[in-house]
């Protein structure tokens, strides 16, 4: 919250950001519980209000980028700060995202578990891959780093890989404290329906550059942006692809504008010596 303290600017992030989600996101933020924290439907919305307000007191300290990406829905906020996507609309954008994926996720519920995702390490993509080849109902979801990938996949399916992959040499096989198995054909039905609800959204071509986790290159049009935001609901995120990108594309001073370490661990486990830096407290900003 130190966030809400430091600028007007972000206190009107937060009053549009509870006029889209039809609640208090600075009362949830500061008191909710871990199930309301955890809830698709509410999170997106509050980890979206959240980038943007790390991103508006960056500009604020006089730091300029010069283009963005984000990981899974932090592309949302890239887009909006490339100016594909308005403040305003970006908010409802993600409610209605988030909605979705938790309908689609409360559907898929089974008598045998829910489904879900699973963080693997300690073994290289292609192994992941191999192993999990012909395993109804598991994905690849997430290609995090060159030693961790993300499966996506049915409460069966996931139990059957973690066997494999252990046996296999995994390190660990770790499950994610998500709602739905994401980025992946499972979530199908959310996909269909949020491609029809962004219909009514209009989307700009992009200011600065924004690079996708479908195709890990820079999205050339509005068009192609709101394309890609469907896409993006059953597609892997490609992160390792999309940090070379960025690096060979001459990118190399990165901040992760929004909660946590995780991405600025990530550019460190791809390259050591890449300049990436946390961006997500006052603290942290600096200035």
């Known amino acids: 919250m130190d966030l809400w303290d430091a600028s007007q600017k972000v206190r009107d992030l937060f009053q549009l950001a509870s006029e889209a989600a039809g609640f208090d996101v600075k009362n949830v933020l500061s008191n909710g519980t871990a199930e309301d924290l955890a809830a698709t439907d509410k999170a997106q919305i509050l980890i979206t209000l959240v980038n943007l307000s790390a991103a508006a007191l960056l500009a604020e300290r006089g730091i300029e980028p010069g283009g963005f990406a984000g990981f899974s829905l932090g592309e949302y906020a890239a887009l909006c700060a490339a100016g594909v996507v308005g403040v305003e609309q970006l908010f409802r954008i993600v409610r209605t995202r988030g909605e979705l994926m938790e309908r689609a996720s ?14 693997v390490m300690g073994l290289p993509a292609e192994k992941v891959s191999a192993a999990v080849r012909g395993i109804d109902g598991v994905f690849l979801a997430n290609h995090n780093s060159p030693a961790q990938l993300v499966l ?136």
Not at 106 to 119: Q, T, Y
């Open 106 to 119: 409360r559907e898929l519920d089974a008598a045998g578990g829910k489904p879900g995702m699973a963080a």
């Open 152 to 287: 996506s996949g049915t409460a069966a399916g996931l139990s059957r890989a973690e066997e494999l992959l252990k046996a296999g040499g995994a390190k660990r096989f770790i499950r994610l404290r998500v709602s739905g198995p994401f980025h992946s054909p499972l979530m199908e039905g959310a996909r269909t329906a949020f491609e029809d609800a962004l219909a009514g959204f209009a989307f700009a071509d992009p200011v600065l550059p924004v690079y996708s986790n479908v195709t890990a290159a820079p999205i050339a049009s509005g068009a192609e942006a709101r394309a890609l935001c469907g896409r993006q609901v059953v597609s892997p995120v490609r992160w390792v692809d999309e940090e070379t990108r960025l690096l060979e594309d001459g990118y190399g001073d990165f901040r992760e504008a929004g909660p946590g370490t995780v991405l600025t661990g990530l550019f460190r486990a791809l390259r050591p010596g890449v300049e990436c830096r946390p961006a997500g407290t006052v603290n942290d900003i600096g200035g």
